[in-house]
């Protein structure tokens, strides 16, 4: 079980109650104590519109707060994404500043084992088609961005030995522009010649720029220009 700990340049700093490790939440990692080096398996998600995610699954059960410490949970207004407010004691916590974006920009960041990038989504929006097909160190990706609901979402984007190449459909789905197979945002394929099959999971999570670079000092940053 995890406990909070602290703030490292402006991220969250979490602790285990076993062996009180401490892990940086934003790369699942153990970066002090017994488990140093350790990283925690990702779980493959995307964040979506509560009327997305109902209406792709209907039986969802949701998680109520806990009356009883439901007085410490942020307010809607306060935990907003993207906002150009940046808490002071946050603030206090960052060691460097990385001037090529906004502290509080929203992206898509990917890390692989070779390489990390960061997706800003104010370059994502450019795209027409909201969809990147991109290798990130020696990985093949692809990122879905959809602009209505704020989001993005990414996959590996090579199955049974092929590197597939991906459009949208004016549904939002992906298509693969060789075999026309069709996959829906969560990387199943839903028709076509990979059907029943499932894009391989990425390490990527939404996040404000301050965070990333605090996790990923070395990312590279996606331009809609193609430009590094």
Not at 162 to 184: N, Q, Y
Request: one cysteine or more.
């Amino acid at each position: 079980m995890f406990g909070f700990h602290g703030i490292w340049n402006g991220t969250s700093v979490l602790y285990d109650r076993g062996t009180d490790s401490h892990w940086l939440h934003l790369r699942g990692e153990c970066i002090e104590g017994t488990l140093k080096g350790v990283r925690l398996q990702p779980i493959p998600c995307r964040h979506v519109l509560w009327s997305e995610w109902k209406r792709d699954h209907p039986d969802t059960e949701v998680m109520v707060p806990d009356p009883e410490t439901k007085a410490d949970y942020f307010s809607k207004e306060s935990s907003h994404r993207g906002g150009t407010r940046f808490p002071p004691h946050f603030r206090v916590t960052v060691q460097e500043s990385d001037r090529r974006l906004q502290e509080t920009d929203l992206l898509f960041g990917v890390s692989t084992p070779s390489a990390a990038r960061a997706y800003p989504f104010r370059e994502l929006g450019q795209l027409a088609s909201g969809v990147v097909n991109d290798t990130v160190g020696d990985v093949a990706v692809v990122i879905l961005f959809d602009g209505p609901s704020g989001s993005a979402a990414g996959h590996q984007r090579a199955l049974d030995g092929e590197v597939l190449e991906f459009e949208r459909t004016r549904s939002g789905l992906l298509r693969d522009r060789k075999s026309g197979a069709l996959f829906d945002r969560d990387g199943m394929c839903t028709s076509g010649r990979y059907q029943g099959q499932r894009l391989p999971p990425l390490f990527g999570l939404q996040a404000e720029w301050y965070g990333w670079n605090a996790a990923f000092p070395k990312t590279t940053i996606f331009r809609s220009s193609r430009r590094r």
